[in-house]
């Protein structure tokens, strides 16, 4: 199968590419650019004439709830949500039933990504066993059934010793560690940031130090250590300042940022909206600032969904009893595309921080179009407006704040390894 | 903010739901206090009833355990006429696995016209609210941490009875400000209803964030706060909502916050004591001023069954006869 995509606007900032070309597709991979290889011809021709065609996007974050949670998703419905959203590579946490802490889970979950065939599906193992905290998993077995990195989900390891040898374990083998930094006592159970809204609200608040004490923490332990670690959903400004500071000083750290934490903030709870509740929790406008300014700066490497598709009973209770989490992948990209509107960053970085920026990450060859590369590609249309609703939502999970929203941007196709997986 | 003016008022701008002061407006307030001020001669008369709800059935859905919130709404249903079903949720239901929407449906179908609520979260009431079939009425009994604004009103109602205005009050309240749902509602009431100098006092462990948020002023000594306030509420040390270190004693919380006599002295001679109750004697306030002269504690307490006659009665869209339009003091 020979596929020809002409005309339209090629955006690849690993390879520095941002212009005018045509990219040739040859048996699921990317033979050229410009010019057609000799002889090629084209089995099927893409008009993307006014369109935008780069790299499926890399999703660092994004729950599938299989196996264990096929009411709230599965891999197959996720992964095809994720094709519509452009995404063609997910990176999943290990807080599965049963949990990605053995190399079985792990294969599972790929070998029901490749059946599915809509988009790749790149674990995270367990940094400990069971998600406990107390021992540490086997992380190199993990590695060989292809996680991309370990992770303890949304569970903070309390034991920092135990903390500090999974980092050491972990660099041994080149694992990147990936962490989700609360404190778990600062947290006390709380449901909100602490702050005015949930002052008035009376509803309990995680404090901004719950998140800056456990960054400080890791960061004492990478310093230590010299393990690889990725912050995943920075919420707050301290926390993203430390992490901005530990970069300058040469720490190998990285961290990312989720869609709706740079369009939301703790005032869009009034009225107790459980369609907000989420964790992180939303903090300030100050916050959100600091956060868009970081992904503008390059000090937030990428932008994630932190997908958590969840059954309509999950979010029908008082707040404090709601199950956190927003359906994301369907607006990953319009809620991204909406900064470069807004001009807080170029569209050629917006692609960045989808595609390269957190392919680098993973370390996995994805998020650009080099020839010879699997031709995992997202074309979309920046233009377009179009607004989300029930009957068009793929995803199992309806749990957006965004429905009704105006979006501008939609993707008009997705390939994964040549292959078109969505079309509109 | 209009989002939870248009959940609680109808078109018209009267009451449907009452579950939080705030997004109310002034003059709601002041009805709410004039239609109580009507109906408390009706718990001195021989017939304790009038026909204004009869024929309603008013379900008091208790999530946590109440005597006192819960009474005062039965007999205030009852001197209403209505027909009233307590229902102790704890012991019930959502004990057995059924969810908060499955009970309201359930009880949707046995016609209810009103439910008081009481819930151990945050935003129930709202909840309900918002799910409850149109002809419902929701009343918050108490929500979490977050608001019990009938209490607040009986303290607005007694707060009146006792100083006739509330321009140029100063009033304080003090205590576990942090995790009190009647002490929100009360700090949103008395702002509505023009008191100009409202004083939080409380170690930093019991103020809540962003106090400033609230438009009130933060005391950490006692008596500094006290100075020539005109009504001291205190409020009970929940000590069951406790998270955390937030107290070292109840010892060294009398010393530093504990109401006594000594310390009354600071305030205006008039001065007023509050208490939501029930009170924990010789932790938050000494008997001689909870039994004395100043204290309204149980004035309160009766001021509870008129003031939720009125908001009841106006949720379902009636009024007593000699408060009809026009003849409103």
New interface residues.
């Given amino acids: 199968m020979k596929i020809a995509i002409k005309n339209g606007h090629v955006i690849d900032p690993a390879n520095g590419i941002d212009a005018q070309q045509d990219l040739f597709i040859a048996e699921g991979k990317v033979v050229a650019l410009g010019q057609p290889p000799t002889g090629f011809s084209a089995d099927e021709t893409i008009d993307a004439r006014q369109q935008i065609v780069c790299p499926g996007f890399v999703d660092l974050r994004a729950h599938l709830r299989e196996p264990g949670e096929e009411h709230k998703g599965t891999i197959a419905s996720e992964t095809r949500a994720a094709a519509r959203g452009g995404i063609t590579t997910l990176c999943c946490p290990p807080n599965t039933h049963p949990i990605i802490d053995t190399p079985a889970v792990a294969e599972l979950v790929q070998r029901h990504a490749e059946t599915a065939g809509h988009a790749r599906v790149a674990p995270l193992g367990a940094l400990t066993q069971k998600l406990e905290g107390s021992a540490i998993t086997e992380m190199h077995a993990l590695k060989m059934a292809g996680c991309v990195g370990m992770s303890n989900a949304m569970q903070p390891v309390g034991n920092t010793l135990v903390l500090r040898r999974a980092m050491e374990y972990a660099a041994t083998y080149n694992i990147t560690v990936f962490i989700h930094a609360e404190d778990a006592a600062l947290a006390?159970n709380g449901c909100v940031h602490?702050?005015?809204v949930?002052?008035?609200?009376?509803?309990?608040?995680i404090p901004t130090a719950a998140e800056t004490v456990a960054v400080a923490a890791t960061l004492a332990l990478v310093e230590e250590t010299g393990a690889q670690v990725h912050f995943s959903m920075v919420s707050s400004q301290r926390a993203l300042q430390k992490i901005s500071r530990a970069r300058y000083d040469g720490l190998p750290v990285s961290c990312d940022v989720s869609a709706h934490h740079l369009h939301l903030t703790e005032i869009d709870l009034?009225?107790?909206n459980s369609l907000c509740h989420v964790r992180p929790p939303l903090r300030t406008q100050r916050d959100m600032e600091g956060l868009r300014k970081g992904v503008a700066d390059g000090q937030i490497a990428a932008i994630c969904s932190d997908h958590q598709p969840h059954e309509a009973?999950a979010k029908?209770?008082?707040?404090?009893?709601t199950e956190p989490g927003i359906s994301a992948l369907e607006t990953l990209l319009p809620l991204s595309l909406r900064l470069v509107d807004h001009g807080i960053f170029s569209m050629t970085q917006m692609v960045s921080s989808l595609t390269h920026q957190p392919a680098t990450i993973l370390g996995i060859k994805a998020g650009r179009l080099s020839i010879g590369d699997l031709a995992d590609i997202c074309i979309f249309d920046p233009e377009r407006y179009w607004t989300l609703d029930h009957h068009s939502m793929v995803s199992r999970g309806h749990n957006t704040p965004f429905f009704n929203w105006e979006m501008k941007g939609e993707v008009t196709r997705t390939l994964l390894g040549g292959k078109t997986v969505y079309e509109r | 903010m209009k989002k939870r003016n248009r959940l609680q008022l109808d078109e018209q701008g009267r009451l449907k739901h009452f579950l939080t002061i705030e997004g109310l407006n002034r003059q709601l307030l002041i009805d709410i206090l004039d239609t109580a001020e009507s109906l408390t001669s009706i718990s001195e008369q021989s017939i304790k009833k009038v026909p204004l709800l009869r024929g309603k059935t008013i379900v008091n859905l208790f999530f946590e355990a109440s005597t006192r919130t819960r009474t005062t709404f039965e007999l205030a249903a009852k001197r209403l006429s209505a027909d009233v079903l307590n229902i102790n949720i704890q012991a019930s239901a959502t004990a057995k696995g059924e969810t908060l929407l499955d009970t309201l449906r359930n009880l949707e179908a046995m016609h209810c016209d009103m439910f008081v609520v009481r819930h151990a979260d945050s935003g129930a009431a709202h909840f309900i609210a918002q799910h409850a079939a149109p002809h419902i009425s929701v009343i918050n009994a108490g929500d979490g941490q977050h608001a019990h604004p009938t209490q607040a009103m009986l303290d607005m109602f007694t707060i009146r009875r006792e100083k006739g205005e509330f321009h140029r009050l100063t009033v304080a309240i003090v205590g576990d400000i942090r995790h009190s749902r009647v002490a929100r509602s009360q700090i949103h009431a008395l702002s509505m209803l023009g008191v100009e100098d409202i004083r939080i006092i409380a170690p930093k462990t019991l103020i809540p964030t962003e106090p400033d948020a609230f438009g009130v002023h933060v005391f950490h000594d006692l008596r500094e706060g006290l100075r020539d306030v005109d009504v001291v509420i205190m409020l009970r040390l929940q000590k069951e909502r406790m998270r955390g270190a937030s107290l070292p004693s109840e010892h060294e919380y009398f010393q530093r916050y504990g109401l006594t006599e000594a310390k009354l002295e600071l305030a205006k001679p008039d001065v007023t004591v509050m208490h939501p109750g029930p009170i924990n004697r010789g932790v938050e306030i000494d008997s001689e001023v909870a039994d004395g002269p100043r204290s309204v504690i149980l004035q309160q307490v009766s001021h509870g069954i008129a003031v939720r006659m009125a908001i009841m009665a106006m949720a379902m869209q009636q009024r007593p006869p000699e408060t009809a339009e026009g003849e409103r003091r």
Avoid: I, T
């Fill in positions: 006390n602490e702050g005015a949930g002052s008035r609200l009376g509803l309990l608040g009034l009225g107790f009973d029908l209770a008082p707040f404090g009893a």
